[in-house]
C-alpha cells in the first residue's frame, strides 16, 4: 500500500540526484517522490524528469532557502506520511516498511526515526550514527533541545507536519533540527537504533558552504528556543523577538574535518568496547582526512593504545 510522500530538496544535484530517487521509488510504500527543484541550473531537473515512474513529481522551488524548498514540498504531499531525502544521500532498503509497522506497533506515535551511515564524497563509507542502544521513545530528549539522528532519517504523520506549520525559513540552517523538535510537542517519537538513512559528507552541502559561525549560531538557536518552550511555552521566534544573526565572515568549515570528527568519536567507542587497536586504526584513518591535525590526532593515537 502506498502511505508515503518522500520530499527531496535540490539544486544543482545533477550527479547524485539519480541515485536518490532511485533508493526511494524501490520501495512500494511510496505514493509519490516530490523533486523540489530550487533553481538549478544543471540537469537535475531533465534527470528527475527522466524516470518514467508515475510516482515521479518535479516541482518549482521558490529559490527561498532550504527551509522554503522542504514546506514546498510538504504542502504539495497527499500521503499519510511524510519523510525527507536529501538530493545526494540515499535511503536504506526497505527502511519504510519497517517505520510503518513501527506506527502500528507503538499507537500514538507521530513519528518513526532511526540511524544513518556517513559517507564520503565518493562514496567510502565514514561512521554509523544512531544506531545503538535501544529502541525507546525519545520525545522528552527532543523536548529538552537534544538532537538524536538526522531528520533524513525520520517519517512522520503529515497532519503532524501541517500542526507544526513546518520549517521555520528564519533558519538558514538548522531548520529540520529545529522542527524535529517541535514535531516532538505532539506525541511520541520513536527511534529505532537502525540504518535508515545513507549520509553524504561534502564541501558542496549547505553544512560546509555556510559561514561556521552562523551554522553553530542556528544550531543554538534550535536548541535554545526548545528550551524555551519546555519552560515558557513559546520561544522568541514565536514571540517575534529572533536573536540577531551574527555576521561574521569566518571561513566555512570542511567535509574532511568533519569526516575526522566522526572518526575519532568511533575510535574512543571502539575503546570503550574493548578494542583499542580498532580504535587506532581509526585515529590513523581521520588522519587522512585531516593531515593538518597530525600532532592532535598523534595524541588521541597514544591515549588510546596506553589507556
Known amino acids: 500500500m502506498s502511505l508515503v510522500s518522500v520530499v527531496i530538496p535540490a539544486r544543482d544535484a545533477e550527479l547524485t540526484i ?18 523540489v527543484d530550487d533553481g538549478s541550473l544543471d540537469r537535475t531537473r531533465e534527470i528527475a524528469l527522466g524516470f518514467s515512474d508515475p510516482r515521479v513529481r518535479v516541482i518549482e522551488g521558490p529559490e527561498r532557502g532550504i ?12 500521503g499519510e506520511f511524510i519523510a525527507r531525502c536529501d538530493a545526494d544521500d540515499w535511503y536504506e532498503p526497505n527502511r519504510l516498511g519497517w517505520q510503518i509497522e513501527a506506527f502500528k506497533k507503538y499507537p500514538g506515535t507521530v513519528a518513526v526515526s532511526g540511524g544513518f551511515s556517513t559517507v564520503d564524497c565518493e562514496g567510502r563509507f565514514i561512521a554509523d550514527l544512531a544506531t545503538h542502544g535501544d529502541v525507546c521513545d525519545v520525545s522528552a530528549r527532543l523536548l529538552s533541545g537534544e538532537a538524536i539522528t538526522t531528520f533524513c532519517s525520520w517519517l512522520v504523520r503529515r497532519n503532524v507536519i501541517e500542526l507544526t506549520g513546518g520549517a521555520r525559513e528564519w533558519f538558514a540552517t538548522s531548520s529540520d533540527v529545529d522542527l524535529q523538535f517541535r514535531i516532538a510537542q505532539y506525541g511520541a517519537v520513536m ?23 552562523k551554522r553553530h549560531f542556528f544550531e543554538k538557536c534550535a536548541t535554545d528556543f526548545a528550551i524555551q518552550r519546555k519552560f515558557h511555552g513559546r520561544d522568541n521566534l514565536e514571540l517575534n523577538i529572533p ?11 570542511t567535509a574532511y574535518i568533519q569526516i575526522a570528527g566522526q572518526l575519532t568519536g568511533q575510535a574512543w567507542r571502539q575503546h570503550a568496547l574493548g578494542h583499542p587497536f580498532r580504535g587506532a586504526m581509526l585515529i590513523c ?23
Open 18 to 35: 539519480g541515485r536518490a530517487i532511485a533508493s526511494v521509488l524501490s520501495m512500494s510504500q511510496v505514493l509519490e517522490v516530490i523533486i
Open 67 to 78: 527551509a522554503a524548498s522542504l514546506n514546498t514540498g510538504f504542502l504539495a504531499s497527499m
Open 191 to 213: 527511534h529505532f537504533p537502525r540504518k535508515a538513512y545513507w549520509y553524504r559528507l561534502h564541501d558542496g552541502s549547505i553544512t560546509h558552504t555556510q559561514n561556521h559561525v
Open 243 to 253: 536573536p540577531k544573526v551574527p555576521a561574521g565572515e569566518a571561513v566555512p568549515s
Open 285 to 307: 584513518k581521520a588522519l587522512t582526512y585531516d593531515p593538518k591535525g597530525v600532532f592532535r590526532y598523534f595524541r588521541q593515537l597514544i591515549l588510546i593504545l596506553i589507556r
